[in-house]
């Protein structure tokens, strides 16, 4: 029998909490080479992609695939989300499909929980103030993530090209998060300046940050560029930045923000500092001085999203939740 779980149901049993355990868990399984994930796979659509992604976790017993499509359209054309996905849990053992359940809410929450893995390995423990530029539904998941791993920040500023986007999202992370102001500002260089922590999630096809803004001792959060066809970040924070750290190198310098400074030679393989998954496993350190500016490019792990998977998979079956089919 196959565990049928709806988006209300994985909703149910998953927290942000949960989801940065199962993320940080599988970036340091990651780093200790105890995984099998090969490259994601794109298939290019007219208004959108559609992405595969296949993860084996031994030390889980977990194994899968998410279908991915993401169309950044959708809400405006159809009244659909951006981002849709269903994940496949098989058995190792035996190939039999344990599990097929929404995956668009685990996308979210665990994209958020991976840049709030960087943030918590390459940030200063210290950090007070945050410049947040996108407020969709990844605003909301990196905000939340944000919240995990650094507690104590007292100030978010944040941006978004849609005006009425930021006092919605300013009214319902400052409820969420009462100790916490968060302000509203009218550019990317607002957002940026003076920040501890710069956390870019938009599908901006168009470059918009610059490393000029960047104070010493700043960390970037670049989550949103995750395609060819998307780019945040222009060639000036690469060089801006004195460690660049990816999740996974073989997708890295398929996303615009790498893609295009490879291109106009300013960087390779060979000046990325690490794979986050090698610094969460203390194989290599993070942050080592309070000076230094860091950079996390997030592209998505299928890791990610099975070991997420399984612990819904778990809590349901412990639970009594689903339909079996």
Known sequence: MTLYLTQDEVKSVLDMRST?????????????????MPARVYLHFE??????????????????????TVHPGNKKDY???AVIARIVLNSPENGVPLAIMDGTYITALRTGAAGATGIKYLSRE????????????QGRSQVMGLMEVRPGVEKVKVYDIIPEAKAAFVKEMGEKYPKTKFVPVDSPKEAAEGSDIVITCTPSPEAFMD???LKKGCHVSA?????????????SVIQKCDK??????????????????????VITEEDIYAELGEIVAGKKEGRTSPDEITLFK????????????????????????GTEI
């Open 20 to 36: 940065f355990e199962a993320v940080e868990s599988g970036f340091r399984e990651m780093g200790n080479d105890n995984i099998e």
């Open 211 to 213: 490393g000029a803004w």
């Open 244 to 265: 660049l750290v990816v999740d996974f190198i073989p997708q890295a310098f398929v996303v615009g923000d790498f893609a295009k400074p490879k291109e106009e030679g």
């Open 79 to 81: 009244g659909l989300p």
């Open 126 to 137: 210290d950090s007070k103030e945050v410049g947040l530029c996108g407020l969709g539904v």
């Open 47 to 68: 208004k959108g992609v559609l992405i595969a992604m296949p993860a084996y976790m031994p030390g889980l017993g977990a194994a899968g695939t998410k279908l991915v």
């Open 298 to 321: 997030a592209t998505g792990l299928a890791i990610q999203d099975v070991g997420t998977a399984h612990k819904v998979y778990t809590l349901a079956k412990e639970g009594g939740i």
């Open 223 to 235: 989550i949103g560029a995750d395609t060819g066809a998307k780019r945040e970040l222009m060639t």
